[in-house]
Each structure stands twice: as structure tokens, then as C-alpha cells.
Nanobody, 120 residues
Framework: QVQLVESGGGLVQAGGSLRLSCAAS????????MGWFRQAPGKEREFVAT????????HYADSVKGRFTISRDNAKNTVYLQMNSLKPEDTAVYYC?????????????WGQGTQVTVSS
């Protein structure tokens, strides 16, 4: 069982930055591919970014490429999402996800979400 707890959300003006963190419980964090998803009001949850177990392979949604950076610290059981040049359309609840194995395709675990609001 893995528990994921996100933090770092908040209200920011367009063009600003936020850094989200996701702390995972357990001693096998390095066995999990990790990722971030988001869900805006009235929309379906969508993929944002993912990283493999060792952080060697990273993928981003086209909408965030060049602005967001996913990283992980296996020693701290934490995955991060650095979000720069934020836009109002980035407003959403951001969820951390984990899947046992090398890549993330169908998450096994989800966090509770953290709200990100970008004002224009």
C-alpha cells in the first residue's frame, strides 16, 4: 500500500510559479513510476507529466512542455512538479499518481489532490 500526499498548491497570478510536492509512504518508492495529472472544473482528468522509477525517462503533455518540470528524489520518497509561466488554463486540482513498475500508464495509487488557481 502506498499513500500519496500532495502539497504546494495555491493562488498565483498568471506568469507566476508554483512547486508541487508529493510525499509517498513506504520503503519502495523507487519501485514506482510517478506522475502528475490534473482536473479542471467540468473537465476530465488529464495527464500532465510522468517519470520512470529512476527519473531517466520523462514525458510531458504538450500543453505544459517547456513550462513544467517533473523530478523525483528517491531518498526523500518525493516527486515534484515545478510549474513556471503559469496560465489561467492551468487552473485545476493536481493529483499525484503512482504505478508499480518502470512506467506509468494505469496508476495504482492516487493522492487527494491540491488546488492550483491561476488568476489573469
Amino acid at each position: 500500500q502506498v499513500q500519496l500526499v500532495e502539497s504546494g498548491g495555491g493562488l498565483v497570478q498568471a506568469g507566476g510559479s508554483l512547486r508541487l510536492s508529493c510525499a509517498a509512504s513506504g520503503r519502495t518508492f523507487s519501485s514506482y513510476a510517478m506522475g502528475w495529472f490534473r482536473q479542471a472544473p467540468g473537465k476530465e482528468r488529464e495527464f500532465v507529466a510522468t517519470t520512470t522509477r529512476n527519473g531517466g525517462t520523462i514525458h510531458y503533455a504538450d500543453s505544459v512542455k517547456g513550462r513544467f518540470t517533473i523530478s523525483r528524489d528517491n531518498a526523500k520518497n518525493t516527486v515534484y512538479l515545478q510549474m513556471n509561466s503559469l496560465k489561467p488554463e492551468d487552473t485545476a486540482v493536481y493529483y499525484c499518481a503512482a504505478e508499480y513498475g518502470s512506467t506509468l500508464s494505469t496508476p495504482d495509487y492516487w493522492g487527494q489532490g491540491t488546488q492550483v488557481t491561476v488568476s489573469s
